[in-house]
């Protein structure tokens, strides 16, 4: 048994190390996750701008065990199928029902006027209460429908630390108005089970700053 009293180590490693590369016109908070012990990691919703996320992995020297997508949408899985490629990767996520969105990305890249976007095919869909492994870390799964049918969010318990995609963000909530969307069903899965989590769950969101359960419980608007 260590002492918890005791000193940490001054060269003590973090257990996991984060970097968030802002991807798209939609500044989506692409992230590097990786362990600073065996440089091992996974890239979390490669939305654009692969050269963007290669360089920042050379950068780092990370090890990049597999792609991670919460759900379906172009800002989140518009990189996924060339990253996998140029890194030999499999894809893990989102929920199985965001096929038709990830199927149809094209569709969704001329929506928004975006080129040059192909379609993955994700190695393994994930359900609620699956686990998911990165960077030596194990992340558990909840299924989040409301602003995407397949979303899915992961949560490191021991970290107190969620990857919660267009769920929940600081002061506000994903958008409900694209196809599949439902604001009813948005709201209950953040309180049925983000929420749940504790207060002291630091979430790191798919736009804008990190913020934490307890300060969205007190302050969104959208959870009153
Ligand atoms: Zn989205
Ligand atoms: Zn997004």
């Keep these: 048994m260590s002492d918890p009293n005791a000193p940490q180590s001054q060269d003590a490693l973090p257990p996991i190390q984060i970097l ?5 016109s939609f500044q989506q908070n692409c992230s590097l996750v990786w ?13 654009g701008d692969v050269p963007l996320i290669l360089k920042a992995i050379e950068e780092h020297g990370v090890d990049v065990e597999k792609i991670v997508l919460t759900h379906g949408h172009i800002d989140h899985v518009g990189g996924a199928a060339d990253l996998a490629e140029a890194l030999k990767v499999p894809v ?18 001329r929506q928004f006027g975006l080129s040059d976007v192909k379609p993955v095919e994700p190695d393994r869909w994930l359900v609620e209460g699956d686990t ?25 318990r021991e970290l107190r630390l969620a990857i919660s995609g267009d769920v929940l963000f600081a002061g506000s909530v994903g958008r409900t108005d694209l196809p599949g969307g439902d604001h009813d069903t948005l709201i209950a899965s953040i309180k049925t089970k983000l929420l749940p989590l504790g207060d002291d769950v630091s979430f790191l ?20």
């Design 20 to 24: 968030i590369i802002p991807v798209t």
């Design 205 to 224: 969101p798919g736009h804008g700053p990190a913020s934490t359960i307890g300060r969205e419980r007190e302050n969104n608007p959208f959870l009153r």
């Design 132 to 156: 998911m492994e990165m960077a030596g870390r194990s992340f558990e799964v909840f299924h989040c429908p409301g602003h995407a049918p397949g979303h899915v969010v992961f949560f490191d």
């Design 35 to 47: 362990s600073p012990e065996t440089k091992k990691g996974a890239v979390v919703d490669p939305g």
């Design 92 to 109: 893990e996520g989102p929920h199985e029902a965001d096929r038709v969105l990830i199927e149809r990305v094209k569709d969704q890249a």
